[in-house]
């Protein structure tokens, strides 16, 4: 009895601490589907569809959100690219100062967001930038470099450098290389850093705070409102960013595992 007691006692920790992270997330999408009486949606009053329906009927909403989805959108482009090439530069080459780099590029990940928040504040007001939507996706591209740069090198770390040595042997240049080799292997590694830039970007607030000005994003938005009363549209909106996020890890997991199947056949092929 003992014996078995013991062997439960790691699963049940494992499930309570799944219910526990997960619980937010399901209380966001049940409360999606209320129908409060007025603004304060912490009561369960009734079950409708209408807030899907209405969700982009209040342009105070769907305006922040746009502003969100555009500075998510375009600092995720750019940070994903510069992010990969400095991993790539850190990875395989040797270079003078590569070691301060590579202590250095760790700081915006360590620094609390407050520090870094009132640091861009500064800088913006010392050299007189006019703070607005540019300003914020400076600084969202900023913090994001950093662990886009640790997730590509984490997957260069795995990578079998002899796939790309045969293509070389084949004759093809360093371009026909990388995109014919090395860009599909690392693919998987440049998106998992790609969602993870863009989840950072679209829910950050405090390094947002110092950097909008007068343009507000949905964060700062959902702030403003949970001082009188949140509206369900908000859940709305956070259940449908879940989901589309949750459809691109799936996605994912899918074309890893088929990737997997798929490689034993083509040895046997070869």
Do not use: C
């Amino acid at each position: 009895m003992r014996a078995r007691l013991a062997g439960l006692a790691l699963p049940g920790f494992t499930g309570l601490l799944l219910l526990f992270l997960f619980a937010p997330i399901a209380v966001m999408i049940a409360f999606s589907f209320n129908d409060p009486a007025g603004r304060q949606n912490i009561t369960w009053q009734g079950f409708t569809l209408r807030n899907y329906v209405d969700v982009w009927g209040r342009s105070e909403i769907t305006d922040a959100m746009t502003t969100s989805l555009g500075v998510a959108v375009i600092s995720t482009i750019f940070a994903t690219a510069f992010g990969t090439m400095i991993g790539l530069a850190l990875t395989r080459y040797d270079f003078r100062g590569r070691w301060i780099m590579n202590l250095l590029i760790f700081i915006p990940m360590t620094a609390p967001e407050i520090i870094l928040g009132a640091s861009l504040l500064t800088l913006w007001v010392s050299f007189g930038v006019e703070r607005g939507f540019l300003t914020i996706l400076a600084a969202h591209i900023m913090f994001n470099i950093s662990f886009v740069v640790v997730t590509v090198r984490a997957r260069l770390a795995g990578m079998n450098r002899s796939l790309e040595e045969a293509g070389m042997d084949l004759y093809a240049d360093g371009r026909t290389t990388f995109w014919k080799v090395t860009f599909p292997l690392i693919f998987p590694g440049v998106l998992s850093a790609a969602l993870l830039a863009f989840a950072l970007s679209i829910d950050d607030y405090v390094i947002t705070v110092f950097s909008a000005g007068s343009v507000e994003t949905f964060p700062l938005w959902v702030y403003g409102a949970s001082r009188l009363g949140i509206p369900p549209e908000v859940n709305v909106l956070g259940t449908l960013i879940f989901l589309v996020a949750f459809a691109f890890i799936g996605v994912q997991l899918w074309a890893q595992r088929r990737q997997g199947k798929a490689a034993p056949i083509t040895l046997v092929g070869r």
